[in-house]
């Protein structure tokens, strides 16, 4: 079956950055896009970006451009998300989800989100 | 515009009709999916595309689209769809993603 597994919750002071991953299992990592979404504490879902893990093309919501990035490591199946310079206003649950679809768009399948707090 | 827009709340009584509306350029290009999400969890697909429920969804959940808008409809609302829903399609330029601006639900 498949599944989406992240990496851990992160506590982070201002100012560093952060590196979140996503294993995927039970499908062709290389075959569906991997967006990442976040959501902030009693916030609804903000859409991040995606990644191509088979070409490693990315796109990025316009609000993070310059400070995150995204790639993968096929070897492992395995996704990752960094996003730079965090600030408060960034503590958010980080949720990566397989992109599904052609023609319509759909996320059928998430990991089970990632808790980043950033205080000092 | 790249915004999906929805009602921040709606009610409905046990067993009854309530349908949530999102509004929002892109749906004139791209069918809509609809998410449900519960406290503490991650979103859960409940409709997608012209006319299709992923499987293990009940029936009540049903989508559609006119315009700019897109509609999910509950038909006898249950206790356990309390939660939270939004809307998701591409944004108009088809390059990036965006979703609603959410509902939550109450079934009373």
């Known amino acids: 079956q498949v599944q989406l597994v992240q990496s851990g919750a992160e506590v982070k002071k201002p100012g560093a950055s952060v590196k979140v991953s996503c294993k995927a299992s039970g499908y062709t990592f290389s075959n569906h896009e991997i967006n990442w979404v976040r959501q902030a504490p009693g916030q609804g879902l903000e859409w991040v970006g995606w990644?191509?893990?088979?070409?490693?093309?990315?796109a990025y919501a316009e609000k993070f451009q310059g400070r995150v990035t995204m790639t993968r490591q096929t070897s492992i199946n395995t996704a990752y998300m960094e996003l730079s310079r965090l600030q408060s206003d960034d503590t958010a649950v980080y949720f990566c989800a397989r992109e599904d679809g052609s023609g319509w768009y759909y996320f059928h399948y998430w990991g089970q989100g990632t808790l980043v707090t950033v205080s000092s | 515009s790249s915004e999906l827009t929805q009602d921040p709340a709606v009610s409905v009584a046990l067993g009854q009709t309530v349908r949530i509306t999102c509004q929002g350029d892109?749906?004139?290009?791209?069918?809509p999916s609809w998410y449900q999400q519960k406290p503490g969890q991650a979103p859960v697909l409940v409709f997608y595309?012209?006319?299709f429920r992923p499987s293990g969804i009940p029936d009540r959940f049903s989508g559609s689209s006119s315009g700019n808008a897109a509609f999910l409809t509950i038909t006898g609302a249950q206790a356990e769809d309390e939660a939270d829903f939004y809307c998701?399609?591409?944004?108009?330029?088809?390059?990036?993603?965006?979703f609603g601006t959410g509902t939550k639900v109450t079934v009373l």
């Open positions: 595309g012209k006319n």
């Open positions: 892109s749906l004139r290009s791209y069918y």
């Open positions: 998701h399609s591409r944004d108009s330029s088809g390059s990036h993603h965006v």
């Open positions: 990644m191509n893990p088979n070409t490693g093309n990315v």
